[in-house]
């Protein structure tokens, strides 16, 4: 998709994965949906691409703009990436105390939805 001349990595409805945006929350992966592009700028004026990200099963008061580097494809190997940070973020929580009064919304259901990394393993030999 171009917009005079600018080319964007995702299109709208396109199914996605996207880093929170807020860096003050866990660095984990949420499955998600790309609802409108805009061109935006950076903090030098130049033209970049934003994105605004529907978190698949959240209110949409929850959507949000994300930078291109926020968002990713729908691979095998990013859906392993975000298992592999889904994970760190709970053993995060779970050496600070936090594990009866602090959920991350989303990270139980991947963690739940995607197949064990001994199913993984086994299906590459």
Known sequence: MTS???KFKFHKGERVLCFEPDPTKAKVLYDAKIVDIVIGKDEKGRKIPEYLIHFNGWNRSWDRWAAEDHVLRDTDENRRLQRKLARKAVARMRRKGKKGRCRLPGVDSVLKLLPTEE??????N
């Open 4 to 6: 005079r001349g600018m």
């Open 119 to 124: 199913n993984e393993k086994s299906s590459e």
